[in-house]
């Protein structure tokens, strides 16, 4: 979803005590630590790849042949039936191709991501949220015939992009593609403590601002813990507004305190949710001349 279009609403979050794996400090590592070897090895100037991409999917085409350059092959779609945005991305001479998948624009978007109903996943044998299963497999129908089998493949998506995203990657995982990096900003969570331990060796990177609040949705409900509680899965990237960032080799956002929606109605600040902040702070950490103060 989009900052702006988020609709009124509440989430009121209270930190609780996060050990870090890593601390922001000095120069961003090229490699994540060894207790976490399927997250991806990216350095913030790779981030910064998937979050332009990621940032491009809310433009128009011209604006996202800006950034993918013009020798590749690309495929934008406006799936109507869903009201999400993907492109595919395929660019033989690197032997890599990308799906790259919109986060909410409208109230309709934003209603999914705050619905808790769990079911099977064809093909995946594990439980997911039924909003996102029913647009990823939208997005499914229009991207998986334009890949190539064999190409190394990217996966990136913001907010329920990010959510659609990571399904498509457990389809493409199962099929045999060679996924090699998925990269998720301010994703919602997608499935329980069962499709956790089963998708835990995807090479996911989840990237989240320190008060965004969607990470934290679905909150906790007693719905919501028919078929196990929601439950995120990946390493995760913590950016800060002090141009610092933590990693944790597990996720921690299920240390932070969720409350109603509606029970805070207009209190609610979107704007760490917005992509363009996102790809603002990834900027700053991906230049040369960057620093970090240590935290």
Same mark, same amino acid.
């Given at each position: 979803?989009?900052?702006?279009?988020?609709?009124?609403?509440?989430? $009121?979050?209270?930190?609780?005590?996060?050990?870090?794996?890593?601390?922001?400090?000095?120069?961003? *590592?090229?490699?994540?630590?060894? *207790? =976490?070897?399927?997250?991806?090895? =990216?350095?913030?100037?790779?981030?910064?790849?998937?979050?332009?991409?990621?940032?491009?999917?809310?433009?128009?085409?011209?604006?996202?042949?800006?950034?993918?350059?013009?020798?590749?092959?690309?495929?934008?779609?406006?799936?109507?039936?869903?009201?999400? #945005?993907? %492109? $595919?991305?395929?660019?033989? +001479?690197?032997? #890599?191709?990308?799906?790259?998948?919109? +986060?909410?624009?409208?109230?309709?978007?934003?209603?999914?991501?705050?619905?808790?109903?769990?079911?099977?996943?064809?093909?995946?044998?594990?439980? $997911?949220?039924?909003?996102?299963?029913?647009?990823?497999?939208?997005?499914?129908?229009?991207?998986?015939?334009?890949?190539?089998? +064999?190409?190394?493949?990217?996966?990136?998506?913001?907010?329920?992009?990010?959510?659609?995203?990571?399904?498509?990657?457990?389809?493409?995982?199962?099929?045999?593609?060679? $996924?090699?990096?998925?990269?998720?900003?301010?994703?919602?969570?997608?499935?329980?403590?069962?499709?956790?331990?089963? %998708?835990?060796?995807?090479?996911? =990177?989840?990237?989240?601002?320190?008060?965004?609040?969607?990470?934290?949705?679905?909150?906790?409900?007693?719905?919501?813990?028919?078929?196990?509680?929601?439950?995120?899965?990946?390493?995760?990237?913590?950016?800060?507004?002090?141009?610092?960032?933590?990693? %944790?080799?597990?996720?921690?956002?299920?240390?932070?305190?969720?409350?109603?929606?509606?029970?805070?109605? +207009? #209190?609610?600040?979107?704007?760490?949710?917005?992509?363009?902040?996102?790809?603002?702070?990834?900027?700053?950490?991906?230049?040369?001349?960057?620093?970090?103060?240590?935290?």
């Amino acid at each position: 979803m989009t900052g702006k279009a988020i609709p009124t609403a509440c989430i $009121v979050v209270s930190l609780a005590v996060l050990p870090a794996a890593c601390r922001g400090g000095g120069a961003p *590592s090229t490699t994540p630590p060894a *207790s =976490l070897p399927s997250a991806p090895p =990216l350095d913030f100037t790779e981030v910064l790849d998937f979050a332009r991409r990621t940032a491009a999917v809310y433009q128009d085409e011209p604006a996202i042949r800006a950034v993918v350059g013009p020798e590749v092959l690309l495929t934008v779609s406006d799936l109507a039936r869903v009201d999400v #945005r993907a %492109f $595919v991305e395929v660019d033989e +001479g690197q032997r #890599r191709q990308w799906v790259v998948v919109r +986060g909410t624009a409208n109230l309709k978007n934003a209603e999914e991501d705050a619905e808790y109903a769990k079911v099977g996943a064809p093909g995946l044998d594990i439980m $997911v949220h039924k909003g996102f299963l029913d647009d990823a497999q939208v997005v499914w129908s229009f991207a998986r015939p334009l890949l190539r089998p +064999g190409l190394e493949t990217r996966v990136t998506g913001h907010s329920l992009g990010g959510a659609l995203a990571l399904l498509i990657a457990m389809r493409l995982h199962t099929e045999g593609f060679p $996924v090699s990096r998925i990269v998720t900003f301010g994703q919602p969570k997608v499935t329980n403590e069962a499709g956790v331990h089963r %998708f835990r060796d995807l090479p996911l =990177l989840r990237i989240v601002n320190h008060d965004d609040p969607v990470p934290l949705l679905p909150w906790e409900t007693p719905g919501a813990a028919r078929e196990g509680l929601f439950r995120h899965l990946g390493a995760e990237l913590r950016l800060t507004d002090r141009g610092t960032w933590e990693f %944790f080799t597990e996720p921690r956002a299920e240390g932070f305190l969720l409350t109603s929606f509606a029970a805070h109605v +207009g #209190r609610e600040n979107p704007l760490e949710h917005e992509m363009a902040r996102y790809l603002a702070k990834i900027e700053a950490l991906a230049a040369p001349a960057a620093t970090q103060a240590t935290r």
